[in-house]
């Protein structure tokens, strides 16, 4: 297929700034399997730029949008309709143009879910979980966890209040779901040892700062199944300490990839072939300037 044409579709993603992102390579490359007539690119727009951009290429040939930081919140206040599960995790990372309108959805936290119960090949209700970290990425996985029926979300954070505002909103949802664990020995070790799955949804770990841990080494235990969001490096200090001990992990792939595939799935109706796109985010990250 010769593309663009003024019949090519435009995903478009929206943040800044996006030196690093992968999802242009991952979408492009479906769309090139597919045989779709359709293009992924980034734009990199600021906050005073973000409304006059964004309504501008509503006006476009669009197959639709992400977004990414720092205007996954932002971008709420632009859009005509939101999903009520995204409108209480309070971040869009998808929009979908729907029949005019613009409508957003967040596909982190059921991209994080479908790449855990992938690997760990069980469901993630009616089980305990310990998150570390209180950012974005954490508040897209915590609701959505919550929706799904886990039994309990613990939330441990450098920033306390961080943790208690994202449990105070889980609650409001999902009634005594969630409680805060300060970020001391003592009460991790209380805790954790009741827990099935640990998230780190730190950037520790994370190049150029892989040599660090996001908790005490000696909290880990067999039968505890670790996961990092963190995939640059893939196999992360946490995820090689557990797999030492004999915990189940999961690395920050899988979330990557079936966000995208969710996304994909909410743009165009299809689902896009997850192997592949896992195949070429592996290639990328393998290479030199991955
Ligand atoms: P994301 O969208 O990936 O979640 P974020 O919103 O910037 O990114 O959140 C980063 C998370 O990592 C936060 O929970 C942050 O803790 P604070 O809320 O205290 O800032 C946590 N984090 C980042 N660097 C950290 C560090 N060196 N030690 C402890 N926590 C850290």
């Given at each position: 297929m010769q593309y663009p044409t003024v019949h090519t579709k435009l995903a478009v993603l929206l943040g800044n700034p996006l030196e690093h992102t992968l999802s242009p390579v991952m979408h492009n490359h479906v769309f090139k399997k597919l045989d779709m007539d359709c293009i992924y690119f980034p734009v990199e727009v600021t906050a005073e730029n973000l409304k006059t951009v964004f309504s501008g290429l509503t006006r476009m040939n669009m197959l639709g949008f992400n977004?990414?930081?720092?205007?996954?919140?932002?971008?709420?206040?632009?859009?005509?309709?939101?999903?009520?599960?995204?409108?209480?995790?309070?971040?869009?990372?998808?929009?979908?143009?729907?029949?005019?309108?613009?409508?957003?959805?967040?596909?982190?936290?059921?991209?994080?879910?479908?790449?855990?119960?992938?690997?760990?090949?069980?469901?993630?209700?009616?089980?305990?979980?310990?998150?570390?970290?209180?950012?974005?990425?954490?508040?897209?996985?915590?609701?959505?966890?919550?929706?799904?029926?886990?039994?309990?979300?613990?939330?441990?954070n450098r920033t306390i209040s961080k943790a208690e505002a994202l449990s105070a909103d889980i609650n409001k949802v999902f009634e005594d779901c969630s409680s805060v664990v300060p970020r001391e020995l003592p009460p991790m070790g209380e805790v954790l040892p009741a827990c099935d799955l640990l998230i780190n949804t730190t950037s520790i770990g994370m190049h150029p700062y892989a040599d660090n841990m996001p908790l005490d080494e000696s909290l880990l235990f067999k039968g505890l199944a670790v996961a990092d969001i963190v995939y640059n490096p893939l196999e992360t200090l946490l995820l090689k300490a557990a797999n030492k001990i004999g915990c189940s992990v999961v690395n920050g792939l899988g979330m990557l990839v079936y966000q995208g595939a969710k996304a994909f799935k909410l743009w165009t109706g299809v689902d896009p072939p997850v192997h592949e796109m896992f195949e070429v985010l592996q290639s990328v990250i393998a290479s030199p300037h991955g």
């Open positions: 977004v990414t930081m720092p205007h996954k919140m932002n971008i709420i206040s632009l859009l005509d309709d939101i999903d009520p599960l995204t409108a209480a995790i309070g971040a869009v990372n998808t929009i979908c143009l729907e029949r005019g309108r613009t409508k957003g959805y967040n596909t982190d936290g059921e991209g994080f879910v479908t790449a855990i119960e992938q690997d760990l090949k069980q469901s993630v209700a009616q089980k305990k979980v310990f998150i570390l970290g209180c950012g974005g990425a954490a508040r897209s996985i915590a609701m959505t966890l919550a929706s799904k029926g886990c039994e309990k979300i613990f939330l441990c």
